[in-house]
């Protein structure tokens, strides 16, 4: 299925595409991808506009495209090379596509994700205020984020390279979710935890406080912890890493319950 604004020459290959370009990297009239192809080595393009996606097709080596605005993509199409792209503003997103290379993106204010999309090497974003993601969604790279007020989560979702966060205070994860990177983070408090959540990397974590952890939650990493304090654990619940001591107090409170 094709989903862009208006069709036009269908284009089959790499050599095809490039062919139409103008001396700007611009296409000289509208093109038609083809659903399943695969196109390589786009330096020269410049611009997606007048390109009408279609499914599953991947696009490799969009270096010098720094612009997605009005682009509609189809579901499952994979654009690979993004260095120079800043933004994601007016990119509408279909079902399961891939975006990599993203570095140079700064910022993600309102940009809703589709079920199943997938955001690599995020590095240049601070904050996560104003998206939305589907179910399903995967964030990677995201190494400059403090915190992550404002963001609307479906369940499945992944936020991997959290390494730069400093709290989950007073956050609600949907279902299934899963954090990783988490070495900054000094303390786990006033925390919610839906069924199937797993926090990874929490190394830095001191102590646990006010927590309620849906059934089979894991927490990984937790040699640092010296106090655990209202923890609420569902059935299957898992803490990885504890001292001994700790040991002893998780299976104390478990008694309790």
Not at 160 to 188: H, Y
Not at 228 to 245: A, H, Q, Y
């Amino acid at each position: 299925m094709n989903t862009n604004r208006k069709a036009g020459r269908l284009v089959y290959t790499s050599e095809e595409l490039l062919a139409l370009l103008d001396d700007t990297g611009r296409l000289r009239e509208p093109v038609q991808l083809v659903e399943g192809c695969w196109y390589y080595y786009l330096q020269a393009l410049t611009s997606l506009e007048n390109v009408t996606m279609a499914n599953k097709c991947r696009l490799s080596g969009l270096s010098s495209v720094t612009n997605l605005n009005g682009v509609t993509l189809a579901d499952r199409c994979d654009l690979r090379g993004l260095q120079a792209l800043t933004s994601l503003e007016g990119l509408t997103f279909a079902e399961g596509c891939w975006l990599s290379d993203l570095s140079s993106v700064n910022n993600l204010h309102d940009v809703t994700l589709a079920a199943g999309c997938e955001l690599y090497n995020l590095s240049s974003v601070t904050t996560l205020e104003g998206l939305t993601l589907a179910e399903r969604c995967t964030l990677s790279g995201l190494s400059s984020v403090t915190a992550l007020e404002g963001v609307t989560m479906g369940n499945g979702c992944t936020l991997l390279g959290l390494s730069s966060l400093t709290s989950l205070e007073g956050l609600t994860m949907a279902e299934r979710c899963w954090f990783s990177g988490l070495s900054a983070l000094p303390v786990l408090q006033d925390l919610t935890l839906a069924a199937g959540c797993e926090l990874w990397g929490l190394y830095s974590v001191r102590a646990i406080k006010r927590v309620t952890m849906g059934e089979g939650c894991a927490l990984h990493g937790l040699s640092s912890v010296a106090d655990i304090e209202d923890l609420v654990m569902g059935e299957g619940c898992k803490l990885r890493d504890l001292s001994e001591p700790m040991q002893d107090r998780l299976t104390a409170i478990r008694t309790a319950s």
